[in-house]
């Protein structure tokens, strides 16, 4: 068994592929485009959401994401949010801007209501233009 696989043991389930209408793939080059440093945070924020809200489907779809960030580079980790959770959420329509600059502020992201709707709809967003 190389070290990598011992690292990254197999998920407990069958990943989902595609989640409202975007593929796996899909959101991972996003994620990672837009998020840099982050983007495995914000997979593990999103697959947490969708647990905890009992969405089986989002949550093995974002966990899959996640797992595929993290075996992709060790760079990929998980980074803490840095806002303080006293931050008020950003409202509905707001444009998410991505960690590295071109806007953007991952901590209002990360403490949204809905974070993985959000993503979705920022993937959408910038795979029609």
Same mark, same amino acid.
């Given at each position: ?8 043991p197999s998920?407990? #389930?069958?990943?989902?592929?595609? =989640? *409202?209408?975007?593929? !796996?793939?899909?959101?991972?080059e996003v /994620?990672?485009?837009?998020? @840099?440093?982050q983007?495995?945070t ?7 959401d969708a ?7 989002r949550?093995? #779809?974002?966990?899959?994401?996640? =797992? *595929?960030?993290?075996? !992709?580079?060790?760079?990929f980790?998980? /980074?803490?949010p840095?806002? @303080? ?8 329509g ?8 071109r ?27």
């Amino acid at each position: 068994m190389s070290e990598q696989s011992a690292a990254f043991p197999s998920l407990p #389930f069958a990943p989902v592929d595609v =989640c *409202d209408g975007i593929h !796996a793939a899909v959101a991972f080059e996003v /994620l990672r485009d837009q998020y @840099s440093l982050q983007a495995a945070t914000i997979a593990a924020w999103c697959a947490i959401d969708a647990r905890s809200q009992g969405d089986e489907v989002r949550y093995r #779809f974002w966990f899959g994401v996640f =797992c *595929d960030l993290r075996k !992709a580079s060790p760079v990929f980790s998980l /980074l803490p949010p840095t806002a @303080s959770k006293l931050r008020p959420f950003f409202p509905e329509g707001t444009d998410l801007l991505s960690a590295r600059g071109r806007g953007g502020d991952v901590d209002r992201l990360l403490h949204s209501k809905d974070i993985g709707s959000a993503i979705i709809r920022q993937i959408r967003s910038i795979i029609e233009n």
